[in-house]
């Protein structure tokens, strides 16, 4: 089965920098690779997502990129706020019914912007 | 457009017991999702539902069943609790056309003591 794997476990950074958070995946037939952020006692929120026919995909100060050859793909944040703090969670599926769409969720990143 | 929504948000129950947790899709979604988050850990794949069908499991014992219904909701049985079952139980749902694309409800504290 699938095996996801996530780096950092925690990142500190402050305010304005930017954040990157790294992840590797084992199953090629993975082609699904969203972001989830979880606020503290919150339910994790779709905040942007790839699918395997792109490498880069941005959304205002978010960004991911995919390199599908060597199995990773990453979330980039620029201009961090505090408003950023969270666990973020990367995840891969597949896309196709029949292999069924469980998705397959990396540890998480604790992320903390120091104002 | 309403959100997945659970019930109970907490529930407290003892060691042997059964708990039923129970999942609203968002409307228009057919297939509903069950994880489990315990503390300190991630997202654990707990069970798939689609058109009232069980499609896949997770490695975990059968006494975690469910079921989906005619109006796609769903629920969660988890038999003869466990103290390790202790943990946030997450729903989520999907739209027909993007089944990959998973929504997720404000979760089930299960506390088992």
């Known amino acids: 089965g699938e095996n996801v794997e996530q780096h950092p476990s925690t990142l500190s950074v402050q305010e304005g920098d930017s954040a990157v958070i790294k992840c590797t995946y084992s199953?090629?037939?993975?082609?699904?690779f969203p972001w989830y952020k979880q606020e503290l006692g919150k339910r994790p929120q779709l905040i942007i997502d790839?699918?395997?026919?792109?490498g880069e995909k941005k959304d205002q100060r978010i960004a991911v990129t995919l390199n599908k050859t060597a199995k990773h793909f990453s979330l980039h944040i620029t201009e961090t706020q505090p408003e950023d703090s969270a666990v973020y969670f990367c995840?891969?599926?597949?896309?196709?019914?029949?292999?069924?769409?469980?998705?397959?969720f990396g540890g998480g990143t604790r992320l903390m912007v120091k104002p | 457009e309403a959100g997945v929504t659970q019930s109970p948000t907490h529930l407290i129950k003892t060691r042997g017991q059964q708990a039923t947790l129970r999942c609203s899709p968002i409307?228009?979604?057919?297939?509903v999702y069950w994880y489990q988050q315990a503390l300190g850990l991630g997202l654990q794949f707990l069970l798939w539902?689609?058109?009232?069908?069980?499609?896949n499991r997770g490695n975990f014992p059968p006494r975690f069943s469910g079921r989906q219904f005619p109006n796609y909701s769903s629920e969660l049985n988890v038999n003869a609790l466990e103290l390790e079952d202790s943990a946030l139980y997450l729903c989520?749902?999907?739209?027909?056309?993007?089944?990959?694309?998973?929504?997720f409800g404000p979760g089930t504290r299960l506390t088992v003591t």
């Open positions: 790839i699918r395997s026919n792109v």
């Open positions: 409307s228009g979604h057919t297939s």
């Open positions: 539902y689609d058109e009232g069908e069980e499609r």
């Open positions: 989520a749902s999907s739209p027909i056309d993007r089944p990959y694309e998973q929504y």
């Open positions: 199953d090629s037939a993975s082609n699904y």
């Open positions: 995840a891969a599926s597949p896309t196709t019914n029949n292999a069924g769409n469980m998705l397959t």
